[in-house]
């Protein structure tokens, strides 16, 4: 069965997000090393699940011809990879949808969810999202998180498991440790 993969970045006082959802924090800690091991995750997935705030920020910065893009070369391999590969969105206030291969999910998320797990393909991996995040691990959906620690402390902004009741339990699986200061911390959900 294919796994849910959440990779999203933190910052130390576990916010994914200032208030205004900004992620300038974000890019003064990324560096070429972090940009290959995101192309390397996202290469072994083969569908992203997104909310529609975070869509709307990927699709308006990735949403363009990767060969034309003015990035990094390390980028460029992610750029495509966004590009081609089917992302299913998960929001109540949107009616469409412009990025490549990108649909509003027509079912509610668990049942869109477990049906996609039951599929044959790679992984499935959810960028950002928080309220998709909160929702598939309320229903148990979430097999990984891979959370992107990066060493800032914003003092406010939004939360990761803000919505969360109750005990989450996960197993540290990994670590990786980048120059930046950054570590990926891979947990399994047990």
């Known amino acids: 069965m294919r796994k849910v993969i959440v990779s999203m970045n933190v910052?130390?006082?576990g916010f994914m997000a200032g208030i205004d959802c900004g992620l300038d924090?974000?890019?003064?800690?990324?560096?070429?090393e972090m940009a290959r091991a995101t192309?390397?995750?996202?290469?072994?997935?083969?569908?992203?699940?997104?909310g529609g705030i975070t869509?709307?920020?990927?699709?308006?910065?990735?949403?363009?011809d990767?060969?034309?893009?003015?990035r990094p070369r390390t980028d460029l391999d992610?750029?495509?990879?966004?590009?081609?590969y089917p992302k299913v969105v998960f929001s109540k206030s949107m009616t469409s949808v412009s990025w490549n291969n990108a649909r509003l999910?027509?079912?509610?998320?668990?049942?869109?969810?477990?049906?996609?797990k039951h599929r044959r393909g790679k992984d499935m991996i959810v960028y950002g999202s928080g309220k998709i995040v909160t929702a598939l691990t309320k229903l148990g959906l979430v097999d990984e998180f891979r959370m992107w620690v990066h060493p800032v402390v914003i003092g406010c902004g939004k939360p990761v498991f803000?919505?969360?009741?109750?005990?989450?339990?996960?197993?540290?699986?990994k670590t990786e440790v980048f120059s930046s200061g950054v570590v990926i911390l891979y947990y399994a959900v047990k």
């Open 11 to 13: 910052t130390l006082d």
């Open 25 to 32: 924090w974000h890019f003064k800690t990324w560096n070429e």
């Open 39 to 50: 192309a390397l995750q996202l290469s072994e997935a083969d569908t992203i699940l997104l």
């Open 55 to 64: 869509y709307r920020g990927m699709a308006q910065y990735w949403n363009s």
């Open 66 to 70: 990767p060969v034309n893009m003015i």
């Open 78 to 84: 992610f750029a495509s990879m966004l590009n081609s």
């Open 105 to 116: 999910a027509k079912r509610n998320i668990g049942e869109e969810v477990s049906e996609l």
């Open 162 to 173: 803000k919505e969360l009741s109750g005990i989450l339990n996960l197993k540290l699986v």
